[in-house]
């Protein structure tokens, strides 16, 4: 029994990783649907874990920052198709930018959804998951700074969309201390880390791995690790981006 969760940012021209053109897209949509996988939000999959009953090939499509080119344009293809996704906002910027405090100067500043859209977004019956209410990393982050991000930023989307929020991603994928864990488990029932890895039975539903769709942009690679193959590939590009965050 295993899953894949997928996490893309952007879908929308522009510099890689954050950004997917939408014709890629659209692609791998295709390749899902050739592939008869099957969709589930987050707080869905972290349900079927529990219960023992994950369908074959499933897979948790994933958006992080609440983009708006990841509502107005991947999801739309998404309804046609009739698949599931979690979109994970970060609650202090609806509307606005990608321009917190921690994101590299490199990074593209990239637009957001604002709050009707995040409303009608749940109303069809899209999960809408809390990434921090300023993108600020819990690592280290002090109690009142982690309280703003996992306690503040349900809070507010919930508001918005009138919708119980259940799922958190961890901001960077860095999973917080000890008492902001605790706190991240009594408010949500699932939380998504950084370990770039599928998802099996033996997975921590408040640290669960997913694997950035930047790794997989090729249709036939995705469809492979979407289908339970190639783990080392997977291995390969975990021991990669390790490697890479140690480099001075």
Not at 97 to 117: G, I, K, V, Y
Not at 193 to 208: H, T
Request: charged fraction near 20%.
């Amino acid at each position: 029994m295993g899953a894949l969760i997928l996490t893309y940012h952007a879908v929308e021209p522009g510099p890689a990783p954050l950004c997917l053109a939408p014709t890629l897209f659209r692609s791998h949509l295709d390749a899902f649907e050739e592939l008869g996988v099957s969709t589930l939000t987050v707080s869905g999959l972290a349900e079927a874990l529990r219960d023992g009953t994950l369908p074959d090939r499933a897979v948790a499509i994933t958006f992080d920052d609440g983009c708006a080119s990841a509502v107005r344009t991947a999801a739309p293809g998404l309804a046609e198709r009739g698949m599931a996704a979690t979109f994970y906002c970060v609650a202090g910027h609806l509307g606005g930018w990608n321009d917190w405090p921690t994101q590299p100067a490199s990074a593209p500043r990239l637009a957001l959804a604002n709050a009707d859209e995040l409303r009608e977004l749940a109303q069809l019956g899209f999960e809408i998951g809390a990434h921090g209410y300023d993108h600020v990393p819990l690592g280290e982050a002090g109690a009142e700074v982690a309280r703003r991000e996992i306690e503040r930023s349900k809070q507010v989307l919930e508001e918005v969309t009138s919708r119980t929020v259940r799922s958190f991603a961890y901001p960077y994928g860095v999973p917080p201390g000890t008492g902001a864990a605790r706190l991240a488990a009594q408010l949500y029932g699932t939380a998504c880390g950084n370990l770039l890895r599928r998802v099996d039975a033996r997975s921590d539903l408040m640290r669960l791995p997913r694997v950035d769709a930047h790794y997989l942009r090729h249709p036939g690679v995705l469809q492979r690790v979407a289908a339970g193959q190639w783990e080392t590939y997977l291995r390969l590009r975990a021991a990669g981006a390790r490697a890479r965050s140690t480099q001075p």
